[in-house]
């Protein structure tokens, strides 16, 4: 049992699990959650890089303020992590810097 397991399961009732994709590697989700809550849980901090000094950035407001939360899921990018259900199958990315939707 990893400490993210410890802290996040005792009391709590989950919905059904299904398997995301995070740069590749699969974890778990359950109904309800958001992709930041989802990756918390599983005991990954970092969401992105920032652009000059590529530092890792995390949930950090967790309602939709800061930004510090983008992510690229299922292809499209600055997609908040901490206002985003998880779906079964989506695909997540560790994202560098602040990506123009257009390029
Ligand atoms: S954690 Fe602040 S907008 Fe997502």
Known sequence: MSRGERIFS?????G???E????GKKIVAY???TIGAALLAAGRRTLRFTNKLEQPRGLYCGIGLCQECRM????IPNTQACQ???TPGCRIETQKSF?????
């Open 10 to 14: 005792r009391g709590v009732e989950r």
């Open 84 to 86: 985003t259900l998880a």
């Open 72 to 75: 690229t899921v299922d292809g």
């Open 31 to 33: 109904e309800g959650e």
């Open 99 to 103: 990506k123009n939707r257009e390029a």
């Open 20 to 23: 995301i994709e995070v740069d």
């Open 16 to 18: 059904k699990p299904f």
